[in-house]
């Protein structure tokens, strides 16, 4: 069964360090979306993109946070600098088409800053 | 705006018994509904939609539009049941917004 790869699985950074998740999306899937999960709360949508095109970046801290997909298939979410408050679990999802289908989610990427 | 309120942390039944988590939302068009699960070390998966009108694992949910619900329900709670509940909701620009999640814990 086809997966969403995303890596690191763990990262622990220091405050004020730049830090860089990566998503592999499905293959074909057209859709890709970035989610913080904070503990104890529901996945929040940071960013989404439509091949390499940004949909929705309205929830993501442009000061700090960016992502692309510059190919429209793999991306990265850097954040720099990193703060405290951005520890959370950080989750790539991919869609076939974002009208009929759900999502497909990868395992994350737990951030601890320190 | 959109917005999805599940308002149990935590739903503790016996096994056998039947199961129903609460979800309501707040969206002035017309939604489209989804339950999430995330089994304990797994990812998170999609359990059902409405549009379906499926029962997947012994799972059903149906929207009502008027008391703008869309409960999850099982007849007999299974072991394997015990994992983290989301439901979700897909308004407008195609965003999906989460509720916080009811933990679902089936005793034997």
């Known amino acids: 069964e086809a997966e969403v790869a995303q890596s690191p699985r763990y990262k622990i950074t220091e405050k004020s360090q730049a830090v860089a998740f990566w998503c592999d999306p499905i293959s074909g899937h057209a859709t890709l979306y970035w989610y913080r999960q904070i503990l104890g709360q529901g996945p929040e949508l940071l960013v989404q993109f439509q091949d390499e095109s940004v949909v929705d970046d309205s929830q993501l801290p442009k000061d700090r946070f960016s992502a692309e997909r510059l190919k429209g298939v793999d991306s990265t979410l850097k954040i720099q600098p990193a703060e405290l408050g951005d520890s959370a679990m950080y989750l790539c999802?991919?869609?076939?088409?974002?009208?009929?289908?759900?999502?497909?989610f990868g395992s994350g990427t737990r951030l601890t800053v320190v | 705006a959109q917005r999805v309120t599940q308002p149990e942390k935590l739903l503790s039944v016996f096994k056998g018994a039947p199961v129903e988590l609460k979800c309501n939302y707040s969206?002035?068009?017309?939604?489209?509904l989804f339950w999430y699960v995330q089994y304990s070390r797994q990812r998170l998966q999609l359990l059902l939609r409405?549009?379906s009108r499926e029962s997947i694992k012994g799972f059903t949910a149906d929207l009502n539009k008027g008391e703008t619900s869309f409960h999850l329900k099982k007849p007999f709670a299974q072991e394997e049941d015990s994992a983290m509940y989301y439901c979700a909701l897909r308004g407008g620009g195609n965003k999906l917004t989460f509720g916080t999640g009811t933990q679902l814990k089936v005793e034997l």
């Open positions: 999802a991919s869609s076939l088409d974002q009208h009929l289908y759900g999502y497909t």
């Open positions: 969206y002035s068009g017309s939604p489209e």
């Open positions: 409405h549009i």
